[in-house]
Antibody, heavy 118, light 108 residues
Framework: EVQLVESGGGLVQPGGSLRLSCVAS????????MHWVRQVTGKGLEWVSS???????FYADSVEGRFTISREDAKNSLYLQMDSLRAGDTAVYYC????????????WGHGALVTVSS | EIVMTQSPATLSVSPGERATLSCRAS??????LAWYQQKPGQAPRLLIY???TRATGIPGRFSGSGSGTEFTLTISSLQSEDFALYYC??????????FGQGTKVEIK
């Protein structure tokens, strides 16, 4: 069974930092492109960042320069380092996988809540 | 950025009836369109990809159609477990994936 389990969410002050982790199981992690997608409570879905199997990262304009995505295939893990956090970054962050960059997301984690507030 | 527009925002349907959801792209996305279902407190679940291919384990009452800029998700006979939020997503223009704002299917 495919499982994606996020951790690291929580409350942080504006300007602060947080690191999300996602541990994968039930599939060959190194062969999938991995993504972070966020959802503001009661709102829609927003793509945040992706890292391909090659390690090449991609970012939405809204987080470029502030967030850093990385993967560690030996540990079946995906990370999102979030710096200079803003109130607008408050959301549930989902870890997700796709079999390629030109494929849809076929599995999602349960999500990690990040709250940016003073 | 490709803007995805879903309609209606809310669809009230009686159990056993057909539901038709629409998704429009601001420019062509070919058939690189997916539909997801999301229930309260849960992550989205892939229903349809390639505009019309059901994902693994998805019941036959869910069907997708369309290409280019106009897409439709049809639920042929709504079951109680189908009342949820539905999102479309284009994955044609990498890396800027975009989602529609969602359609809520509620019990009439």
């Amino acid at each position: 069974e495919v499982q994606l389990v996020e951790s690291g969410g929580g409350l942080v002050q504006p300007g602060g930092s947080l690191r999300l982790s996602c541990v994968a199981s039930g599939f060959t992690f190194s062969t999938y492109d991995m993504h972070w997608v966020r959802q503001v409570t009661g709102k829609g879905l927003e793509w945040v960042s992706s890292v391909l199997t090659s390690g090449e990262p991609f970012y939405a304009d809204s987080v470029e320069g502030r967030f850093t995505i990385s993967r560690e295939d030996a540990k079946n893990s995906l990370y999102l380092q979030m710096d200079s956090l803003r109130a607008g970054d408050t959301a549930v962050y989902y870890c997700a996988r796709s079999w390629s960059a030109y494929s849809p997301i076929d599995s999602w984690g349960h999500g990690a809540l990040v709250t940016v507030s003073s | 950025e490709i803007v995805m527009t879903q309609s209606p925002a809310t669809l009230s349907v009686s159990p056993g009836e057909r539901a038709t959801l629409s998704c429009r792209a601001s420019q062509s996305v070919s058939s690189n369109l997916a539909w997801y279902q999301q229930k309260p407190g849960q992550a989205p679940r892939l229903l349809i990809y390639g505009a019309s291919t059901r994902a693994t384990g998805i019941p036959g009452r869910f069907s997708g159609s369309g290409s280019g800029t106009e897409f439709t998700l049809t639920i042929s006979s709504l079951q109680s477990e189908d009342f949820a939020l539905y999102y479309c997503q284009q994955y044609d223009k990498w890396p800027t994936w975009t989602f529609g704002q969602g359609t809520k299917v509620e019990i009439k």
